[in-house]
């Protein structure tokens, strides 16, 4: 069926004329339309039907006009349709939407291509995850004989890009400014359950603020700064992102860094992940506890949640610092910090809480710090570790929870040495021994390009539960 062109009328209408259609089950991203309008103007026409004067296609536009201050009418279509006829143009604009998918090699090239990401609708962040999923899948000698250097060279290329950053030695440390991670946080809120068990959304906004996550050593590996100030290493990390077929920029280049052979960055928790945690465990206005808060990627979680307060508990100054920043710069609500270490706090020091959640240090696999409050300085040895940290957080947790409240922990078995340190099964004892029942053993996904080959693509999370 083609609607009538006699039936249409195009004209511009005030925005105050203009209203919204109140069954449109749709939530947009109406700060990143107001974006795109800022950077493109607008463009193209809203659809509205004529006997209601209801907006079918361009609510989200409508709003984002609205909120610009600067626009005062908009071009607009009216069709003469029936109100079934208008609610499933509707839902067929919004639904064709979520139905499209994008060719992730040509999207990357051609982000990378524009430079800035200004009204795209994309972000650097996203770029990077673009860039990592392909290293993880992608053939790079199909890339390499894909590519044209038509009038540079691929040592050219990678020649100007190593002098550039050789130039200053400075580590191109991650930046978002303060709408964007605004931006991510509101994408975050808006994933529905099965998207959160693999997205990476938000995943790089603690970073900002904890710089420091680039330069832990992990188990002896180089850190992603040691390997930036390595000629050798940098130079081989901008040649992965140019045979990949991508920009070298500081997103793309710390991707190639964190993971170039004998390095290994340290890994922030996804945010995500720990959203689809807190609404399943967390009830609306609930008290969280965080006995490892560590950079601040379950805190953006709860940024994103329906929760009303979370205890962070950890024993770097730093840490809590950073973390202290990062709810002040972006309005994060009812966290409280506690830079101190676990074992060392007591229950009165806490409020009751509906759940806990956390990933703790992995025995001395991480040496986040030096300070004698690190638990890898504290303990020498797996049993001590085990004894003076493991269990006093468990009874931590244990004693701070309500009847019935859930704990869910992530840790996984560690080789350190020649060693593997069963560190689960030590858990999930620990957790027994003082109170808890162990309800199951769930897979948390891990953000890809995140590791080298040790770990697996999944690590595990302790569902346990306090008795009612």
């Not at 202290?324 to 101190?340: D, N, R």
């Amino acid at each position: 069926m083609i609607v009538d062109h006699e039936q249409q009328r195009y004209e511009l209408v005030k925005l105050d004329e203009l209203t919204l259609h109140p069954d449109n089950p749709r939530r947009g991203d109406v700060p990143l339309i107001a974006e795109s309008i800022d950077v493109n103007g607008f463009y193209g026409a809203l659809i509205r039907q004529q006997s209601t004067g209801y907006v079918l296609v361009g609510n989200h536009r409508l709003l984002a006009a609205r909120e610009h201050g600067g626009i005062v009418a908009l071009p607009v279509l009216t069709i003469d349709v029936d109100d079934d006829r208008a609610r499933r143009i509707m839902l067929a604009d919004n639904r064709t939407g979520d139905a499209a998918t994008y060719d992730e090699a040509q999207l990357a090239a051609l982000l990378s291509d524009l430079g800035a990401l200004d009204g795209t609708g994309f972000t650097d962040t996203d770029l990077a995850e673009l860039v990592s999923r392909q290293a993880a899948g992608a053939d790079a000698e199909q890339f390499a004989a894909d590519q044209a250097f038509a009038r540079y060279s691929r040592e050219q290329i990678i020649d100007a890009a190593f002098d550039h950053y050789a130039a200053t030695r400075v580590f191109p440390y991650p930046t978002m400014p303060l709408h964007e991670q605004q931006r991510q946080i509101n994408r975050l809120a808006q994933l529905d359950a099965d998207a959160l068990l693999r997205s990476t959304t938000a995943y790089h906004v603690a970073d900002v603020y904890h710089p420091q996550r680039f330069n832990v050593r992990i188990a002896g590996m180089r850190t992603p700064v040691e390997a930036f100030d390595d000629d050798k290493r940098l130079r081989h990390a901008i040649e992965l992102v140019v045979d990949m077929g991508n920009s070298v920029t500081d997103a793309t280049l710390i991707a190639q860094l964190s993971i170039v052979n004998g390095t290994q960055a340290a890994a922030n928790f996804r945010p995500a992940f720990a959203l689809s945690m807190l609404r399943r465990f967390a009830p609306t206005g609930s008290t969280v506890l965080d006995t490892s808060t560590g950079y601040g990627g379950r805190i953006v979680g709860y940024a994103a949640s329906d929760c009303a307060r979370y205890v962070g508990v950890d024993p770097n100054v730093t840490t809590c610092g950073s973390n202290a920043m990062m709810c002040e710069q972006l309005g994060i609500k009812g966290v409280e910090l506690i830079a101190k270490p676990a074992e060392d706090i007591g229950v009165d020091d806490l409020p009751v809480c509906d759940f806990a959640f956390t990933s703790p240090p992995y025995f001395s696999k991480e040496h986040y710090a030096d300070d004698d409050t690190q638990s890898w300085v504290r303990y020498g040895s797996g049993d001590e570790w085990r004894l003076g940290f493991l269990v006093p957080m468990l009874r931590l947790q244990f004693n701070a929870l309500r009847a019935g409240a859930y704990s869910c922990i992530n840790i996984a078995d560690v080789k350190i040495g020649a060693r593997v340190y069963p560190l689960l099964d030590w858990t999930v004892d620990a957790a027994k021994w003082v109170g808890f029942e162990l309800i199951r053993v769930e897979r948390l996904a891990l953000p890809d390009g995140k590791g080298t080959g040790e770990r697996e693509a999944t690590e595990p999370v302790i569902v346990l539960r306090k008795p009612a």
